[in-house]
């Protein structure tokens, strides 16, 4: 069966992109069968990937009732991983879909027909930084959430945020079985003893639900973006490939825990 | 008269709220009488000038009609510093205005009374990581937009986006004079290419838009947050409090310019 996993934090710059992307493409190079849904108006996931941003391609018509999901999904130059790109018509969807019925399980409708075609193992939805009904939306549908946490203090205090949103969905009835499925601790710089300090604090407050693989800082990871790349295609034996790699390796133990 | 400039760039983590309180610390210990408007949720401005961040103490009630502004302002431990306070209440601004009549405009009448009293040379507007109402808002209300670019490529995507926006608003004449007043170049690490290239392009596309100060990628700017107060009062001989002084002074001298 297909699993949705929402990548998100409505701390902006922690790197959601760039876990979405690499960690898609380190799942596909290990067998599984990916598609990298681009929610985030930016449409960065898209460039990520290597892909033009074409008017009307992204999600936004099919989201307001318009068409299916499954004729949006566009190839990478990658096996095994797809792509629903972004564009910035997305821009207008949390205003039109505030005012639409049912505004809160667009995002879950339209991926159905997808999920019920079985041509993937594995949804993830790249969300912008907000929480926003876009952001909701992803909630809505989705299985579990990724967030990734910059080792910084900013992104410390969004955590309750986070959590508090999570409850009143879960509470609500809008998804129930809504839960963190993963925390990933990025950019951290060992030089500093502000990175240690977060990630002891994140692993006292959040215990198992932190990754164990911690994302350094690597200014690869912020170039490999501008070729199209993500980065076991950019930089095969950097760090942050192996890095991203291993974290690819427990997200998939994680998704087959019973 | 009092001015108003809002700190915005939809891409996150592009150093805006920490361009928005160190500008706003520089120019008050310069003698300017300076008022911080945290217009995120995330309530990062809040809590980087070390303010609690108070249930009810945001702008979330007045910008629904419901009482002053001026009701609103908090004093920090800076002198000629003063700040209207966010919290998680302003979480639901985004849907409560969209709903309300003349909802791209309650920032600019709330923000009246404000002008009115002549209290302040200036208000930096502190934006989400967005172009959703609350920034759009903050848009209507400006007289200039200060926009924060980081080294980064994805940040460089960002920039068309924000063009196409504020020429939508201009010309619907939501505000017909609003502008860029000026791009600050974020987070430069002399050391990576990236950064040389990013910089270049930028003032290539902006010209002198772009002001002459560089502000790099500092561990000390990231560390003062989580103490409560701006570079200039935590490590004042730092590169990175130089580096926001001398913004502080461009930012003076365009703000007097004819
Ligand atoms: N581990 C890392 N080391 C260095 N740079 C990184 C790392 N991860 C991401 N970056 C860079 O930092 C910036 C922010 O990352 P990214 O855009 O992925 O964050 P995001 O959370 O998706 O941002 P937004 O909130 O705007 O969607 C980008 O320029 C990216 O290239
Ligand atoms: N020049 C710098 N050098 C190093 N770190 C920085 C610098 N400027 C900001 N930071 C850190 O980078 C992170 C992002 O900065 P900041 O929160 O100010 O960005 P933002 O644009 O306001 O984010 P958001 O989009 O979430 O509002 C913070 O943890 C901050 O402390
Ligand atoms: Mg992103
Ligand atoms: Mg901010």
């Known amino acids: 069966p297909t699993k949705i996993i929402a990548v998100a934090n409505q701390k902006g710059g922690v790197g959601k992109t760039t876990t979405a992307v690499n960690v898609a493409a380190c799942l596909a190079a290990l067998g599984q069968r990916v598609l990298l849904f ?20 992204s999600a936004y018509r099919v989201l307001l009732g318009d068409g299916n999901l499954i004729e949006k999904i566009k190839p990478t130059a990658y096996d095994r991983l797809e792509v629903i790109p972004s564009e910035v018509d997305l821009c207008g969807a949390d205003v039109e879909l505030a005012r639409a019925e049912n505004y809160l399980h667009r995002v879950a409708s339209a991926l159905q027909p997808v999920v019920q075609a079985d041509r993937f193992d594995l949804v993830l939805v790249d969300c912008p930084p907000s929480l926003g009904i876009l952001t909701m939306n992803a909630f809505a549908a989705a299985d579990g959430l990724l967030v990734p946490l910059q ?108």
Do not use: W
């Open 38 to 57: 681009d929610l985030d108006p930016q449409a960065n996931a898209t460039s990520g990937l290597g892909l033009e941003k074409v008017e009307g391609a």
């Open 151 to 258: 080792c910084e203090y900013y992104a410390l205090e969004g955590i309750t945020m986070m959590n508090r949103v999570l409850t009143q969905l879960r509470d609500s009835g809008v998804n129930p079985r809504l839960d963190i499925f993963g925390v990933v601790m990025t950019m951290f710089d060992a030089r500093t003893k502000l990175s240690q300090e977060v990630v002891g604090e994140v692993r006292g407050l959040l215990g198992d639900r932190v990754f164990e693989t911690v994302i350094p800082r690597s200014t690869r990871l912020a170039e490999a973006p501008s070729f199209g790349k993500p980065i076991i295609h950019y930089d095969k034996y950097s760090a942050s490939a192996a890095a991203y790699e291993l974290l690819a390796q427990e997200v998939l133990a994680r998704i087959n825990l019973p």
